[in-house]
Every structure is written in C-alpha cells, then in structure tokens.
C-alpha cells in the first residue's frame, strides 16, 4: 500500500445550498453515521448569520446529538467572522475552525461580506481564539485555481497567500476550485511547486468539478503529493453563492475508487459508505 489519502466528508457543504431546511436532529443522525465510517474530518456545520444560510441555523444542536464516543473522526465547524469563532470554540466537540479565506475581493465580497484586509485582520483574532482554545485552525484558499470574476489570478498570488497564512501560524490549508476552473495541468503545478516549499504545511483539495472531470483531478493532486482531499457522498452540493451551481463536490465515491485502483489506504469502511450512498441519494429523506 502507498501512503494513507485523508478524505474529509463535507455535508456542509452539501447542504447548505439546498432549497429547504432539514431539521437539526436529522441532521446530527446523518453525521452519526458517517462518524462510524472512519473519515479523517467531517465539514459538518458552519456557525454563521442564519439569515445568510438559513439551512445552517442551529449548529450548536446539531452538535447536542453528535455522539463521538469510540470515533476518531474530528469535527470541523466553518466560520466567518470572530463572533462565529468564538461561539464554536466554546462547543467541546468542534475540534478544528476552518476559515473561508480567498484571494479574490469579489468572492470574499460575496461569500462573508468581506475584503482581503478585512479578512485577515479577521484570521488574526481567529488564530488567537484557536490557540487559546485549543482547536485546530484550517484555512481555506477560495479561487485557488482561477478567478471568473475579472480579479488578478496567477500561481504566484496564489504562493504569496500561501506564504502569508503559514506565517502567521496556519499549518493546515485546503486549496479551493469553488467554480469549477482548475485543470489538471494547474492543480499539478500547484501542488508541486508548494508542497516542497512549504514543508510545514499540510495542503489540501477542496474540489467543485463536473463529475467526468473529478478523476484525472483527483489523479493530478495526488501524484503532486496531495495527500488530503475533501469530498461529498454522491458529488452532492457546490457553493450556492458563485452563480456555478452546476458544479458539484468531488464525490467520495469517486476518491474511494481512486483508492482502489491506485492501491492506495484510505482506512475507510468503504461498505458502510456505500449503504449512507444507497440510502441518501439525495438529502430529501432528511426533510421534516
């Protein structure tokens, strides 16, 4: 076996587009099952305005009915601003604060109502609220591989990033293609040229992709050295706020299979996955 690719399962993400609202309780059964499946992180909620993403509201219950007894999966609490970090921090079981940082104005505009020097004046007293707390920071790189918006992209913006986050302490950092614009030829560079220069660092993928398109992505970032990768069971979701709502998360499924054909670990039970796959095809079961 090669070395151990780490999924990171976002439901988060998955639902927070959705045009309905699934209750808390059933929300929170829903990661009790996957809590059982052996993932490095599971995306679960995010502590945000719920006027901004209503189907996230009530976070902290969805945390009440999370059992983590005799699981080694740690919780991942999205948030976006110091007051969301702050009442996540104060819940026991979120273990890691992950941050929506981005180097394009206009995404960060429209994403937490923010700019590039708001943002990390916000990260600062973030990073203070994890390290007094004893969380985990995880930032990510919004429109790491391309900006539709008209903003200023290169590899070198995207480096400097890099370069400024892990100085100011962020060990862990997911590389995001919120709309899609990633080709593997980019991702690969990407990852080459960072890895190496960034040993302390963990680098992840946090794709939105076409599903035809996921595998030679997937296959990309790993042989740059990408070893941490976020997806959703089934490919569900995408980010409802850039107007590519066509594109959806790279599927688990998709990852396992990477696995298998590559004979890499990924120390999954890959047959519980696929009964939460048969069963949840969508999220329509988890309505009230």
């Known amino acids: 076996m090669i070395h ?44 945000v305005s719920p ?6 509201a009530d976070s902290a219950k969805v945390l009440e009915g999370i059992n983590k007894e005799g699981s080694a999966t740690r919780l991942l609490a999205i948030i976006g601003n110091e007051r969301g970090a702050t009442e996540a921090a104060a819940q026991p079981k979120v273990d890691i604060l992950g941050f929506p940082y ?9 994403n937490i109502h923010s700019d590039s020097s708001k943002a990390l004046h916000v990260l600062d007293a973030i990073t203070g609220i994890a390290r007094d707390t004893g969380k985990q920071l995880r930032v990510y ?11 200023e992209w290169s590899a070198f913006i995207v480096q400097d990033a890099v370069y400024l986050l892990a100085g100011k302490g962020v060990q862990t950092i ?7 614009l990633g080709t ?12 190496p220069r960034f040993p ?40 409802p706020l850039t107007g590519y709502e066509l594109l959806g998360n790279v599927n688990t499924l998709s990852l396992l299979q990477y696995c298998r054909d590559h004979k890499i670990a990924s120390g999954l039970d890959e047959a519980r996955i696929r009964k939460i796959a048969a069963a949840y095809p969508g999220f329509n079961l ?3």
Request: net charge negative.
């Open 4 to 47: 151990e690719l780490k999924i990171t399962e976002c439901p988060r993400d998955a639902q927070q587009g959705l045009p309905y609202i699934i209750p808390p309780e059933k929300r929170a059964a829903y990661i009790n099952e996957l809590m059982q499946v052996g993932f490095e992180v599971i995306d679960f909620g995010s502590f």
């Open 51 to 56: 006027k901004a993403v209503p189907q996230m």
């Open 102 to 110: 981005s180097i394009s104005n206009t995404f960060l505009e429209r």
């Open 141 to 151: 790189i919004s429109m790491a591989f391309g900006n539709p918006y008209g903003d």
């Open 174 to 180: 997911t590389l995001s293609d919120t709309t899609g």
């Open 184 to 195: 593997p030829e980019i991702i690969y560079k990407l990852f080459k040229t960072l890895i």
């Open 200 to 239: 302390g660092v963990e680098l992840g993928l946090h794709l939105h992709t076409l599903p035809g398109q996921a595998m030679e992505k997937i296959d990309a970032a790993w042989k740059a050295g990408c070893r941490s990768f976020d997806g959703v069971i089934n490919g569900l979701g995408g980010c």
């Open 286 to 288: 988890l309505k009230s």
